[in-house]
């Protein structure tokens, strides 16, 4: 990715940059686009039971460091903060030539973008990998009888065959079960749109987005570190160390 980013960085005869290489969004969801980095770099940001986090492990920081070095050592990237919400307007008017951005995308930027563009699964370093994503039902073990016959039987209504293809392919949005692919209309989509199942394949490799106890507040402290790094405030290394304290202290109080 470096070396094609490289190569498809533009500057202007005063040196300034018309077209970035990549763009890496770091508002909004840091955390789920940095899980994009460590996966492939072979390492996962928490233990299955949400009560410990390794946000300072060697190759967490790692992966930091690339992140960084993207902007202010290679020069392929925008420094500092980069807008999650305006990233896919930039590559429709060609300010970027790669970006990272949620699946769900596709369907806009399939619709949006004046040029032909791929799409292609994220960069591996010691192994494929990405964090999966997207929301929940769930049934409440409080409501009524009434209210979770009723939330399973919307579940169910939701996630039928037909609607879960067509909601892939209104969205661009993996669609949520195997045999909505099996669909007539999905399977015509997708020999139309091939590019419309790199995110399904990709699952193979997925790992869980990031879920911890107070997963809000260990949220934060991470992404509060993933920003003070990619604006210069701290170093990759010091960042994790204290976005992992802070992890520890919250989680402190669910280790057995």
């Given at each position: ?40 770099n072979g ?21 930091l460091q ?100 067509q909601w ?89």
């Amino acid at each position: 990715m470096l070396e094609y980013a490289q190569k498809l960085t533009v500057r202007d005869a005063s040196g300034n940059v018309t077209r970035w290489g990549v763009q890496i969004p770091s508002s909004g969801f840091p955390y789920w686009l940095f899980q994009g980095l460590t996966t492939p770099n072979g390492v996962e940001l928490m233990n299955a039971a949400g009560n410990e986090t390794y946000f300072d492990k060697p190759a967490v920081v790692d992966a930091l460091q690339y992140w960084v070095d993207l902007g202010r050592k290679h020069k392929v990237m925008s420094p500092g903060v980069i807008e999650w919400g305006t990233t896919p307007k930039d590559f429709f008017e060609k300010k970027i030539a790669m970006m990272w951005t949620t699946t769900g995308n596709l369907t806009n930027v399939k619709k949006n973008a004046k040029f032909d563009f791929g799409v292609t699964m994220l960069p591996a370093s010691k192994r494929r990998g990405s964090p999966t994503g997207g929301g929940n039902f769930y049934i409440f073990k409080k409501a009524t009888k009434a209210e979770q016959e009723a939330a399973v039987r919307f579940a169910k209504f939701m996630t039928e065959p037909e609607r879960a293809a067509q909601w892939g392919m209104d969205t661009g949005y993996v669609a949520v079960r195997p045999d909505a692919w099996e669909t007539a209309k999905m399977k015509a989509y997708v020999k139309d749109f091939p590019v419309a199942s790199v995110a399904r394949d990709q699952l193979q490799y997925s790992v869980a987005e990031l879920s911890t106890h107070e997963n809000q507040r260990v949220t934060k402290a991470l992404n509060d570190g993933l920003q003070a790094a990619l604006t210069g405030a701290k170093s990759p290394a010091e960042a994790m160390k204290d976005s992992q304290a802070e992890a520890a202290r919250i989680l402190r109080a669910y280790k057995r």
